[in-house]
């Protein structure tokens, strides 16, 4: 049986008082030996740190005497000012950053975030020229979190020929034609099948992801909804999470899910790829992206390259696009003259038409006012706010500054969407902005990118406006609501509302959207016989 431990000597309760001697001294070696181990180590990394501050300071200073750089500062070494940026798109109101750089350096300036120094183009004459010349002067290129959830085979990040031939391929399915003969009626269908269990408090964003996911994967894969397609949206959120982490799994628990999700999906994708090419086999074909992915005719690609490229289109698909929803409703309950003109428009839509008869292409082409809605709702919300390039060689852009080769390059879209100089009251909801007897709309189209611009426009640009056109069309037609509790709009990781923007909804009956277009066409009336009369 071992000695008890007795307090009054400090020892291991299995060792002899004889022997603590030689422990102690042995103790005070091996420390020795660790002290002047972990000198040896931490010399040369201060070293290397230095080294390092000294050649980064030479760099930034031989730099800015060869070349021309727009006016601006690096920050702090390594740091740059990624943590500004963070702390503005934290806030409801993240335009302090540009607005202060813009005032003091100009429309375009020199910055340091994400680790790379990077000009910031906040001029809209810029950005076009920067979209304008993918490949040929710039080049895709994203921060590493976003690269490798996304995967190397993924549209945004594609290159050349191969990016140029996916483009077209994903454009093909989703033109108008498309849309009008095949999608249109999906849209509707699945957006009536979601909002038919919609009751009491409703969530607004969660409900729209489910919308614009199905939607998606009805698309990309024939799946209509079900469990396994709700399974992999939860995943899908997880991803999304981890868009705008520091891309080191020890360092960041949501990038270390985001990658765990990723990895969940990219499996769920294979298992379908395999089976569809089983069916291909057995000579069964769908028509949808995922057939013409594994089209020999085209090319033929690996399950791999497949399954990036879907993924990728899945979050394009849907979490863009869901959230222009919800803010779409957003901005109109805080617009009321605006909301009531919109369900004029769409009252007008369906008292031509059966309860629940489908849209048609001619219904979406008459919605006139809600394409203004849309319009408005995609400036002022920017879900993309701009786009990252590489300068592929030295450019130089307008006043003869340089953008030096390897360096990033941040076309903000945002900058320009809310510039007062470009669109008046830019930071008011004003949908009238975009009639055509709006003076303004000639000079601020081409200022306007919310789907980017030059060979890398969204292909489905068209399709987010109908799937959010349909959407406007039976919400407003089928429900009143009221904000259950106050929201704000957040940016990090991505644009969404805090509280998921909860609603009360009320359903309304038949008679009543009968007798409110009724009562709008009696005032319309009443207006045109006073403005005669005067």
Not at 157 to 165: A, E, F, I, Q
Not at 256 to 283: H, M, N, T, W
Not at 489 to 507: G, N, S
Request: charged fraction near 25%; include cysteine.
């Amino acid at each position: 049986m071992p000695p008890p431990h007795n307090p009054r000597h400090p020892i291991h309760p299995y060792t002899s008082p004889s022997s603590s001697y030689k422990t102690s001294f042995i103790s005070f070696y091996c420390l020795k030996i660790i002290e002047s181990s972990v000198t040896m180590f931490l010399y040369p990394v201060l070293l290397s740190s230095v080294f390092s501050l000294f050649i980064f300071l030479i760099l930034r200073a031989t730099v800015r005497r060869t070349r021309r750089l727009p006016p601006g500062t690096l920050g702090l070494p390594f740091i740059g000012e990624t943590l500004q940026l963070i702390s503005a798109y934290k806030t409801e109101n993240p335009e302090p950053f540009i607005d202060d750089r813009v005032s003091k350096y100009g429309a375009v300036f020199t910055t340091h975030v994400f680790g790379e120094p990077t000009v910031f183009s906040a001029d809209p004459d810029t950005n076009r020229f920067i979209l304008q010349n993918e490949g040929r002067l710039f080049e895709s290129s994203y921060p590493g979190s976003i690269s490798n959830l996304l995967g190397r085979h993924s549209l945004l990040l594609m290159r050349g020929s191969l990016h140029k031939r996916m483009h077209s391929l994903t454009m093909s399915f989703a033109n108008s034609a498309i849309i009008r003969d095949h999608l249109l009626l999906d849209i509707d269908r699945l957006v009536r099948l979601n909002m038919d269990s919609w009751s009491g408090r409703v969530l607004l964003m969660e409900e729209a992801k489910k919308i614009t996911f199905q939607l998606t994967v009805k698309q990309l894969m024939s799946f209509d909804p079900c469990e396994w397609t709700e399974n992999l949206m939860k995943e899908y959120m997880l991803v999304i999470e981890g868009f705008f982490t520091i891309p080191l799994p020890f360092f960041s628990t949501t990038y270390r899910r985001a990658i765990q999700a990723r990895r969940k999906v990219a499996e769920a994708l294979s298992l379908v790829v395999v089976e569809r090419r089983r069916e291909r086999e057995r000579g069964e074909r769908k028509n949808d992206m995922l057939a013409a992915l594994l089209d020999e005719d085209r090319g033929g690609f690996s399950d791999e390259e497949i399954v990036d490229f879907m993924l990728a289109l899945l979050v394009a698909g849907y979490e863009t696009t869901s959230t222009i929803m919800t803010l779409a409703v957003k901005f109109l309950t805080e617009t009321p003259h605006a909301l009531a003109q919109l369900k004029e428009e769409h009252d007008e839509i369906r008292a031509r038409k059966g309860e629940m008869e489908a849209l048609q292409w001619e219904d979406y082409k008459s919605m006139h006012f809600t394409q203004c809605v849309v319009n408005e709702t995609l400036r002022v919300a920017n879900i993309i706010s701009g786009v990252f390039r590489r300068a592929m060689q030295d450019v130089t852009i307008k006043e003869g500054y340089t953008i030096p080769k390897g360096w990033k390059v941040f076309a903000s879209f945002r900058a320009v969407h809310m510039d007062h100089h470009h669109f008046k009251d830019a930071r008011t909801f004003n949908p009238w902005r975009w009639q055509k007897s709006s003076v303004a709309t000639s000079s601020s189209i081409n200022m306007f990118t919310p789907f980017g611009g030059g060979p890398r426009r969204c292909p489905g640009a068209e399709l987010a406006r109908v799937e959010l056109s349909v959407f406007l069309h039976r919400l407003v037609t089928q429900f009143s609501w009221v904000p259950a509790e106050q929201d704000k709009i957040i940016f990090l990781p991505t644009t969404r509302t805090q509280k998921r923007y909860p609603i009360i909804v009320q359903r309304l009956k038949r008679d009543d959207a009968i007798y409110r277009l009724k009562r709008l066409m009696q005032e319309e009336r009443i207006r045109k016989q006073l403005s005669s009369n005067t």
